[in-house]
């Protein structure tokens, strides 16, 4: 079945630097998304990104099917953007995810 | 919007009990419904996977024995966790699907006693 690295597995960063993250795929993709996990725990999903590149604000996501990778990148990161963040893939209609272990994002001031 | 509600947010049960947990998607019908489990220190592991007019798929390690779940109509599902033990601590999320986005509910945290 599908396998979904993502890197890297922690991260932290001084308040108003970029990040950029990764997430790696085993086999073909038929979508993607990124999550936001909160500390408490609740998902969010941040992107719905199946292929080329969307932007919510400072955060950007770019996928590249045939690679099979996908980007989340923060800018001018702020203290709120701590948390984890999850890529998974979906499988077409039928809503399974698999996801990645997450990357721990800490912005420190 | 898409909202998922699920409830309760939190519970403990002893080992050995059971404890049931619901999902409701609101303004939206769930073309499918999975139950997602978060074991500390973990990812995310898919339970099983509800699909309209089709049988619940679990995955492996996971039991329709072990965890039921009720899928009745498409806005709503439940499923329980029978005889839990320490192992089944943990955030239990339910996704459900409409137009290939996944919306999840916040989560029932389960801590075994």
């Known amino acids: 079945g599908q396998q979904v690295q993502q890197s890297p597995t922690s991260l932290v960063l001084q308040e108003g630097e970029n990040a950029e993250l990764q997430c790696n795929f085993s086999t073909s993709l038929n979508s993607m998304q990124w999550f936001y996990q909160r500390p408490g725990g609740s998902l969010i999903s941040v992107f719905y990104n199946p292929s080329g590149t969307k932007q919510s604000g400072r955060l950007t996501s770019t996928t590249v099917i045939k690679e099979r990778r996908s980007s989340l990148h923060i800018s001018s990161s702020q203290i709120t953007d701590s948390g984890t963040y999850l890529c998974a893939s979906t499988g077409g209609l039928s809503g399974k995810l698999t996801f990645g272990e997450g990357t721990q994002v800490t912005v420190i001031s | 919007g898409a909202l998922v509600y699920q409830y309760p947010r939190r519970t403990i049960c002893k080992s050995g009990t059971s404890m049931r947990m619901e999902c409701q998607a609101v303004?939206?019908?769930?073309?499918?419904v999975a139950w997602y489990r978060q074991s500390p220190q973990k990812t995310f592991e898919l339970i099983a996977l509800s699909t309209v007019n089709s049988a619940i798929k679990y995955e492996q390690n996971f039991t329709q024995e072990k965890f039921p779940i009720s899928h009745p109509n498409l806005s709503f599902s439940s499923m329980t966790v029978l005889n839990a033990y320490l192992e089944d601590r943990g955030l239990y999320l339910c996704g459900a699907s409409f137009q290939d986005t996944q919306y999840f509910g916040p989560g029932t945290r389960l801590l075994v006693l």
């Open positions: 303004g939206f019908q769930a073309t499918s």
